[in-house]
């Protein structure tokens, strides 16, 4: 396909389709778009240049002028006039002087999708000119031989506009979706220089801060503060689908997830932290929820726990046995000695 584009003179030898992939601020970049469209829209650059003044009338001393140049930017294919400070306005206030005529563009992975003028660029071209007649007239006073304040009106002809370049410079917009899994991501920016148009990728999916990674498992969008890394293979995981150590906190994906899990809150222990088994289940136990026998220190998990109180201070045992012992010491101590006993562990 050949046309005229809007292209940067410094990119008019590499192809294209070298920015139909995913945006630069994701760490994990490692997947390609599903679908990729090349729209080369076209837009009406109106390059124009005013000079007004008003003079006082009797001695021509000059009492405000006014100098303009611009551009206009109308869409061609809808007639809809693009305001300074949009996007589009200011890439092509930037960049409208490296346009290329006829540049070829190669098609590979994506295709290419050229939208036709359809304005009627005469009567555009007499829009804007009625449009800067009306914004650039110039009302201010002077003071005349008897000392009245007399206002001057100086309205600019249509004929006191220059407009020494009018062309149709087709723009080169990437219109991108990446399907992962079951989301849909779309995103179109500028070919030229990446400026974001729109992008679903932008924003984490559950904080709405800036995204810095997709994660690898249901492909949400994560930002650095929920995003998580398997300390096995780094893969990337979203808050949800990252499997968290309950004692140290490392985070594993569902392909290296620990067998072992603490049996009262059921949260992981890593072959790390798994190092705590209930006496009595034979299951892993977390720190938070085992509890040590007070009469022979086994560790007992809280499920399979025996409390019982002595002089209203709650002891911990693993069986009916370790209370009956320690009953048995407690009764054969005097009062002294149990009070120290009730002291201990």
């Given at each position: 396909m050949a046309t005229s584009i809007f292209f940067r003179k410094d990119y008019a030898q590499?192809?294209?389709?070298?920015?139909?992939?995913?945006?630069?601020?994701?760490?994990n970049r490692n997947f390609k778009p599903s679908h990729s469209v090349l729209v080369l829209k076209p837009f009406l650059v109106i390059e124009y240049s005013l000079?007004?003044?008003?003079?006082?009338?009797?001695?021509?001393?000059?009492?405000?002028?006014?100098?303009?140049?611009?551009?206009?930017?109308?869409?061609?294919?809808?007639?809809?006039?693009?305001?300074?400070?949009?996007?589009?306005?200011?890439?092509?206030?930037?960049?409208r002087h490296h346009s290329e005529s006829?540049?070829?563009?190669?098609?590979?992975?994506?295709?290419?999708?050229?939208?036709?003028?359809?304005?009627?660029?005469?009567?555009?071209?007499?829009?804007?000119?009625?449009?800067?007649?009306?914004?650039?007239?110039i009302r201010t006073k002077y003071t005349d031989t008897n000392q009245q304040s007399r206002q001057i009106i100086v309205r600019p002809k249509p004929g006191d506009i220059r407009m020494p370049r009018t062309d149709i410079i087709y723009v080169p917009i990437w219109t991108v979706t990446f399907q992962l899994g079951n989301k849909?991501?779309?995103?179109?920016?500028?070919?030229?220089d990446d400026t974001t148009i729109t992008d679903d990728m932008e924003h984490c999916t559950l904080c709405k801060n800036h995204?810095?990674?997709?994660?690898?498992?249901?492909?949400?969008?994560?930002?650095?503060?929920?995003?998580?890394?398997?300390?096995k293979c780094d893969a990337i995981l979203c808050e949800s689908n990252a499997n968290i150590c309950i004692e140290c906190n490392s985070a594993f994906c569902s392909k290296h997830?620990?067998?072992?899990?603490?049996?009262?809150?059921?949260?992981?222990?890593?072959?790390?932290?798994?190092?705590?088994?209930?006496?009595?289940?034979?299951?892993s136990v977390c720190s938070k929820h085992s509890k040590s026998c007070v009469e022979?220190?086994?560790?007992?998990?809280?499920?399979?726990?025996?409390?019982?109180?002595?002089?209203?201070?709650?002891?911990?045992?693993?069986?009916?046995?370790?209370?009956?012992?320690?009953?048995?010491?407690?009764?054969?101590?005097?009062?002294?000695?149990?009070?120290?006993?009730?002291?201990?562990?």
């Open positions: 590499r192809s294209v389709n070298y920015q139909n992939e995913p945006p630069s601020y994701l760490t000079h007004v003044e008003a003079r006082e009338p009797r001695t021509q001393i000059l009492l405000e002028e006014r100098n303009v140049a611009d551009i206009a930017v109308v869409d061609a294919s809808t007639g809809e006039r693009a305001d300074e400070g949009t996007l589009i306005f200011d890439q092509l206030e930037k960049y006829q540049q070829k563009i190669q098609e590979t992975d994506f295709s290419v999708e050229q939208v036709e003028p359809r304005i009627n660029i005469s009567e555009i071209i007499k829009i804007i000119r009625d449009d800067i007649v009306s914004q650039n007239e849909s991501y779309n995103r179109t920016y500028f070919a030229y995204t810095t990674a997709i994660c690898t498992e249901c492909y949400s969008t994560i930002c650095k503060t929920h995003m998580n890394e398997c300390s997830k620990p067998e072992h899990a603490c049996i009262v809150c059921t949260l992981i222990l890593c072959e790390k932290c798994d190092k705590t088994t209930c006496s009595e289940c034979k299951h022979c220190s086994n560790i007992i998990c809280e499920t399979h726990v025996i409390s019982k109180s002595f002089a209203l201070v709650p002891k911990k045992f693993c069986s009916n046995e370790c209370v009956k012992h320690y009953e048995e010491d407690y009764k054969s101590v005097g009062k002294f000695g149990k009070f120290k006993k009730i002291l201990g562990r």
